[in-house]
């Protein structure tokens, strides 16, 4: 008889905040990887509901990610985060191991408070619940301010939990570049920076990501 069944690498993509797994991202390196019949693709879906979002923290999603691999039997894994999903990514990985590389778009290594002042954050506190307008969800939703709370929790970068690559736009105000500068710099065993003229999104470099995940992400 034939050989034995070839044994898929599995590829997760974590969306960023108020995105979802129908994202631009998302679907470009689905289509993408769809032609490579060694890889099995997951675009994991961190807000399917305006509940989940309106309740979603950071410690949440982590456990929401460690679900989804026990329920798929996932022994090892390659991670794509993009923004509030490289924070997941990397805080998961350093918790639960098993991600083998991991290639970040301009993540979020540690909790950065959405950008809100303190005033901002104040009022966010007083009121309960703060409107977001959900891209995926195409409607604004109260997110709780347990999302802050929880996110306090993850005021520092781990160690480099795996081999890592970081795409990041140097006119990123969203989240900006210095984090990724220093985290490479602290790091430059374990991480690789790649600086790009761009803003957050990074929509407009999917090609050359695409040519790191070919050449770093699957690579052995």
Known sequence: MGGGKMEKKPVLFLHGFASSARSTKARYFGQKLQDLPQIEYHAIDFNPTPLDFEYVTTTGLIDRLRQFVLDHN?????????????????????????????????????????????????????????????????????VRYDLHVDGMRYLTPVQPPSAMLIIH????????????????????????????????????????????????????
């Open 74 to 142: 996932l022994e090892t894994i390659r991670i794509i985060g993009s923004s509030f999903g490289g924070l997941v990514a990397t805080q998961y990985a350093h918790r639960f191991g098993g991600a083998e590389r991991m290639l970040l778009l301009a993540p979020g290594l540690r909790w950065l408070s959405g950008g809100l002042s303190e005033g901002q954050l104040e009022a966010w506190k007083t009121a309960g619940a703060l409107p977001v307008y959900h891209k995926g969800l195409q409607n604004e939703v109260p």
């Open 169 to 220: 736009g140097k006119n990123d105000t969203t989240v900006p570049i210095d984090d990724s500068r220093a985290y490479a710099s602290e790091h430059p065993q374990a991480v690789q920076l790649v600086e790009v003229e761009a803003d957050h999104d990074l929509n407009g470099h999917l090609e050359l990501a695409w040519e790191y995940v070919q050449s770093f992400l699957l690579g052995t």
